[in-house]
T-cell receptor, first 111, second 109 residues
Framework: IAGITQAPTSQILAAGRRMTLRCTQD?????MYWYRQDLGLGLRLIHY???????GKGEVPDGYSVSRANTDDFPLTLASAVPSQTSVYFC??????????FGAGTRLSVL | GQNIDQPTEMTATEGAIVQINCTYQ??????LFWYQQHAGEAPTFLSY??LDGLEEKGRFSSFLSRSKGYSYLLLKELQMKDSASYLC??????????WGAGTKLIIKP
């Protein structure tokens, strides 16, 4: 089934630990995005990639890094997790400057 | 600055009509999107407006006035499954989406 797959679906993480959230799409979309969603706030862009090999910083990039080695994969890494990174993380992809399609999300708790 | 405002919560009755408003101020404008998000799930695309006017798609319609920085989502013949959050987002000059906090719509029988 075509779409975006995120893993894990949920995770509890000790503060200071390193964590990589995985995102894979099979729609051959050029653009991919990582958002976090917190109660009472809109989706906030962490990092994005307009095409394989390029990445850019969004609104809230601090504490996060990404890579885009190929079209399909766009992992998000928390180098040293902090409690303020407790959130729901959504990966999205888009064929261009257009509709974004979202994965099911990863619920992360940092204790 | 960039800002998107929409009501936090609305309540409506099954079978009725509800209008969810969204006002925006963004640097550059390349269209306005509405997404639906059920609790615990991913946002899913509903509509896209780039020109002024009304776009109708089944029970859902979306309106845009660029001069007023205003949009609304109109839901007709409400069903219980329409209980969800509705997210308004504008696409800025860099083709990035700027999101409102969402409107939680509660449908009562």
């Amino acid at each position: 089934i075509a779409g975006i797959t995120q893993a894990p679906t949920s995770q509890i993480l000790a503060a200071g630990r390193r964590m990589t959230l995985r995102c894979t799409q099979d729609m051959r979309h050029n653009a991919m995005y990582w958002y976090r969603q917190d109660l009472g706030l809109g989706l906030r862009l962490i990092h994005y990639s307009n095409t394989a090999g390029t990445t850019g910083k969004g609104e809230v990039p601090d504490g996060y890094s990404v890579s885009r080695a190929n079209t399909d994969d766009f992992p998000l890494t928390l180098a040293s997790a902090v409690p303020s990174q407790t959130s729901v993380y959504f990966c999205a992809s888009s064929p261009g400057e257009n509709i974004q399609y979202f994965g099911a999300g990863t619920r992360l708790s940092v204790l | 600055g960039q800002n998107i405002d929409q009501p936090t919560e609305m309540t409506a009755t099954e079978g009725a009509i509800v209008q969810i408003n969204c006002t925006y101020q963004t640097s550059g404008f390349n269209g306005l999107f509405w997404y639906q998000q059920h609790a615990g799930e991913a946002p899913t695309f509903l509509s896209y407006n780039v020109l002024d006017g009304l776009e109708e798609k089944g029970r859902f319609s979306s309106f845009l006035s660029r001069s007023k920085g205003y949009s609304y989502l109109l839901l007709k013949e409400l069903q219980m499954k329409d209980s969800a959050s509705y997210l308004c987002a504008t696409m800025d000059s860099n083709y990035q989406l700027i999101w409102g906090a969402g409107t939680k719509l509660i449908i009562k029988p």
